[in-house]
T-cell receptor, first 107, second 115 residues
Framework: RKEVEQDPGPFNVPEGATVAFNCTYS??????FFWYRQDCRKEPKLLMS???SGNEDGRFTAQLNRASQYISLLIRDSKLSDSATYLC????????FGAGTRLTVKP | NAGVTQTPKFRILKIGQSMTLQCAQD?????MYWYRQDPGMGLKLIYY???????DKGEVPNGYNVSRSTTEDFPLRLELAAPSQTSVYFC??????????????FGSGTQLSVL
């Protein structure tokens, strides 16, 4: 089993749609969790950290379920500029990335 | 403040050649990482370091070597380049994980082709 697994995608949604990405991790001792965004051929950039209580940043909401070893990212009111690959990252003394989920938002 | 600087940006190697990818950060970060990213895939951890003099293997260390003689520098060495090492390589650094300051700062990447 891979340490970090994500929905393979791709997700193609219209502007204004709500879309959710899921990620599971295999090591229950994992310490911290993140969502990164990567635009084509660019370095990844931190979108948000994921806390046990859940956290929100504008149109983006992240949730963590430690019991199920599962994290999620919800994007509301999708914009064209949200088109990117979203990477789940899990920290257990090192930082491990999921394979990424490609999102395309269409007019 | 330069952040994380990676060189070169592009390189073509012949099979069997050697090269070193350079990575330097000026943020006094303890943790540094090397990742590779194949087309359409996520980042795979090659090696990481928790501080000067300490390095550890990641998911895909075979064919690579690293050193961490200073806090600032974390070079990645390919000794005998193979076509399977054709990829985009990213260096990153962070403060100590688990402290709430784990944000990864990335270099701009190196596109390496082995022919």
């Amino acid at each position: 089993r891979k340490e970090v697994e994500q929905d393979p995608g791709p997700f193609n949604v219209p502007e204004g749609a709500t879309v959710a990405f899921n990620c599971t991790y295999s090591n229950s001792a994992s310490q911290s969790f993140f969502w990164y965004r990567q635009d084509c051929r660019k370095e990844p950039k931190l979108l948000m950290s994921v806390y046990s209580s859940g956290n929100e940043d504008g149109r983006f909401t992240a949730q963590l379920n430690r019991a199920s070893q599962y994290i999620s990212l919800l994007i509301r009111d999708s914009k064209l500029s949200d088109s990117a690959t979203y990477l789940c990252v899990v920290n257990l003394n090192d930082m491990r990335f999921g394979a990424g989920t490609r999102l395309t938002v269409k007019p | 403040n330069a952040g994380v600087t990676q060189t070169p940006k592009f390189r073509i190697l012949k099979i069997g050649q050697s090269m070193t990818l350079q990575c330097a950060q000026d943020m006094n970060h303890n943790y540094m990482y090397w990742y590779r990213q194949d087309p359409g895939m996520g980042l795979k951890l090659i090696y990481y370091s928790v501080g000067a003099g300490i390095t550890d293997k990641g998911e895909v260390p075979n064919g690579y070597n690293v050193s961490r003689s200073t806090t600032e520098d974390f070079p990645l060495r390919l000794e005998l380049a193979a076509p399977s090492q054709t990829s985009v390589y990213f260096c990153a650094s962070s403060l100590n994980p688990g402290t709430g300051e784990e944000k990864l700062f990335f270099g701009s990447g190196t596109q390496l082709s082995v022919l």
